[in-house]
């Protein structure tokens, strides 16, 4: 039991979390935390009360402190806490409101603004397991029902994954890891035995004959060995590339456990190579290692020197044997852009494919008019979107060879042009 002070001098009574209505209540905000995807328990509850009891309901402001405090345990939980926070410890009014916005209304030509992320998965997670309401109804006078005519999946498949809920991601998830992942092979420099007759295999037609001691001599064959080349995944773990980032990660988890030469790194302000935490069989696992390892996860960027710190310490190591990069980042560089342009031509030289993968082309309309974006586009030898199911599985498919116009960069340098 505590006092507080409202700040303009005036104490307040003391608060007791047991009586009345609030212990309740914190109980509830923690479950819907825990259904919108932030790790909470029963001793982060208890926690919870006990810190509201110290600090005492000063001030709005005050309160979403003290609860931030324990529940929020990393960086990009943070907007999902304060929609959780907004929406839950709301006015009386608002209810009255919600229920007017949910009542049928006549459809209007205004533009509406675009839903947040953590708007999703915080409604997601007070309404339970109910189905959000479809946009659109229809009409009366139709007898059969369109809404069930697509199934969930491929609906699931054009949903971005901004805008997912929590239970959607972990659907996107388990597609990833259901996904059928390129195989595609390089021709190597060592050959292995054969039995088509395309190449004489000296060595092994001389071995042969020694062991029948030299009567008999048949020819032995030989082909060029082909493996799977090197893969590089460079991703952008800024604060508008975080969420991108994370379900990313699962694919590329899912691309390790397919192919043995992978390497991940991550960058926002600084390079870290999470490609040790991301050889664990458990991907929630695997992911948490990367997040504990990572110090700038959701903060700035700073393209062009972690460009320039990966090709002066890991490009000899890692780009060798022809090797296909991943780079997932908007472009939006912070810094100016002549360290970035140098380095991304480095980058473009060391490696076989250079494949950009940026979330902005969801929208129609995208132009190359950043800095960053027009100092990259000519540097790259695709251009792709990243930011839904159907997206990586184009993705897989130009890892397979399978390539087109759509991702030819120079359309977008041209379009930028004009």
């Known amino acids: 039991m505590v006092h507080s002070s409202t700040g303009d001098g005036a104490i307040l009574p003391p608060v007791q979390v047991g009586e009345g209505k609030l212990a309740d209540n914190i109980l509830h905000f923690s479950r819907v935390l825990r259904r919108a995807g932030l790790k909470t328990s029963p001793q982060a509850t208890l926690d919870a009360m006990a810190a509201v009891e110290a600090v005492g309901i000063g001030a709005r402001e005050e309160f979403h402190a003290a609860l931030a405090a324990v529940f929020v345990k990393r960086r990009e939980d943070m907007a999902v806490f304060d929609e959780a926070f907004r ?49 659109r109804e229809a009409p009366p006078q139709v007898e059969t029902d369109a809404r069930f005519t697509a199934s969930g999946s491929d609906v699931l498949r054009q949903t971005d994954f901004a805008q997912m809920t929590a239970a959607e991601l972990g659907e996107a998830r388990r597609a990833i890891a ?20 395309a190449r004489i295999d000296p060595r092994g037609t001389l071995r042969q004959a020694m062991r029948s001691g030299g009567a008999m001599m048949l020819p032995k064959f030989r082909s060029v060995r082909r493996r ?19 379900i990313f990660l699962h694919f590329a988890h899912a691309l390790m456990e397919k192919r043995r030469r992978t390497h991940v ?58 090797a296909v990069v991943l780079l997932i980042t908007d472009g ?34 995208f132009a190359a008019r950043a800095r960053g974006v027009r100092a990259m586009l000519p540097h790259v ?20 060879g399978e390539t087109g116009r759509a991702a030819d960069p120079r359309r977008f340098l041209q379009r930028s042009a004009a």
């Open 87 to 135: 929406l839950f410890w709301r006015k009386r009014d608002l209810v009255e409101k919600m229920i007017q916005m949910m009542s049928p209304k006549v459809a209007d030509g205004r533009d509406r603004e675009k839903p947040k992320p953590a708007a999703a998965r915080v409604s997601d997670s007070l309404l339970g397991h109910q189905q959000r309401a479809p946009k």
């Open 332 to 365: 939006l560089e912070r810094d100016g852009v002549d360290v970035l342009e140098t380095e991304i031509d480095r980058l473009h030289r060391s490696c076989r494919r250079l494949i950009w993968l940026n979330p902005l082309l969801r929208f129609e309309g």
């Open 178 to 197: 259901r996904l059928v992942l390129p195989l595609a092979e390089v021709a190597t420099r060592r050959y292995q035995p054969s039995t088509r007759p």
């Open 381 to 400: 030898d695709e251009f792709r979107p990243v930011h839904n199911l159907d997206s990586l599985g184009a993705l897989a498919a130009a890892l397979s």
């Open 228 to 246: 799977p080349p090197p893969l590089v995944v460079l991703a952008d773990i800024s604060g508008s590339m975080s969420q991108y980032s994370r």
């Open 265 to 322: 790194f991550l960058f926002g302000t600084r390079l870290t190579n999470v490609t040790r935490q991301l050889r664990q069989r458990d991907p929630d696992a695997a992911l948490d290692a990367c997040t504990a390892s990572v110090r700038d996860w959701s903060g700035g960027t700073r393209i062009g020197e972690t460009l320039k710190d990966f090709n002066r310490l890991w490009g000899r190591r890692v780009l060798g044997g022809g």
